[in-house]
């Protein structure tokens, strides 16, 4: 089993563009997650999902989008990107532990 | 909602010494608390967790103790290597299944 993989690994945007950052898990859990994690700081949670088709905002969930339409999948979309978003973006998936992938990390300029 | 205090926020030993971090959590209803160990660049790494049924548990030289009166729980690493030196989070998972909140971090240093 691969886990949670993260893609892409470092991406420079400038401040009003979008991306999308991909997390992808074959563990078959139904439970994803995305926080970001500031320099010094601990988690946040941005966005989770408890299955296909079924998402929820977190504590920091402004400024972010998610879509789960598939187990395995759930991206996360930044639409304008602000410099407050600079940060380093993690997905977890579970069924009980949470697993983390190796993360995402983002500057935006 | 569920807040997760952690201390100390960087911890400095000497190899072979222990290392103690604790952790305080504000929602009596929490039932799960993992620790996580964060390598530079890396993601988090569960290491140990328990249940709130359970008292202590442990892993060779990581043990973790729950207090459910008090609300706190700490992680024990005993032998310190210079390996062990990382950010640990603490975290406790309340009344939504799955959601976890965590503490702020600790910085451990191992120093030969």
């Known amino acids: 089993n691969a886990g949670v993989t993260q893609t892409p690994k470092f991406r420079i945007l400038k401040i009003g563009q979008s991306m999308t950052l991909q997390c992808t898990q074959d563990m078959n859990h139904n439970y994803m997650y995305w926080y970001r994690q500031d320099p010094g700081m601990g988690l946040k949670l941005i966005y989770y999902s408890v299955g296909a088709g079924i998402t929820d905002k977190g504590e920091v969930p402004n400024g972010y989008n998610v879509s789960r339409s598939t187990t395995e999948d759930f991206p996360l979309r930044l639409e304008l990107a602000a410099p407050s978003q600079t940060s380093v973006y993690f997905c977890a998936s579970s069924r009980e532990t949470q697993y983390f992938g190796p993360g995402t990390r983002l500057l935006v300029l | 909602g569920e807040n997760v205090e952690q201390h100390p926020s960087t911890l400095s030993v000497q190899e072979g010494d222990s290392a103690v971090i604790k952790c305080t959590y504000s929602?009596?209803?929490?039932?799960?608390f993992p620790w996580y160990k964060q390598e530079l660049g890396k993601g988090p790494q569960l290491i140990i967790d328990?249940?709130?049924?359970?008292g202590e548990k442990k892993d060779q030289r990581i043990a973790v103790t729950l207090n459910k009166t008090a609300k706190h729980f700490s992680l024990h690493i005993t032998e310190t290597q210079p390996e062990d030196s990382a950010v640990y989070f603490c975290?406790?998972?309340?009344?939504?299944?799955?959601?976890?909140?965590f503490g702020q971090g600790t910085i451990l240093t191992v120093h030969p």
């Open positions: 975290a406790a998972r309340g009344t939504s299944y799955g959601k976890l909140t």
């Open positions: 328990i249940r709130s049924n359970v």
């Open positions: 929602d009596s209803a929490s039932n799960y």
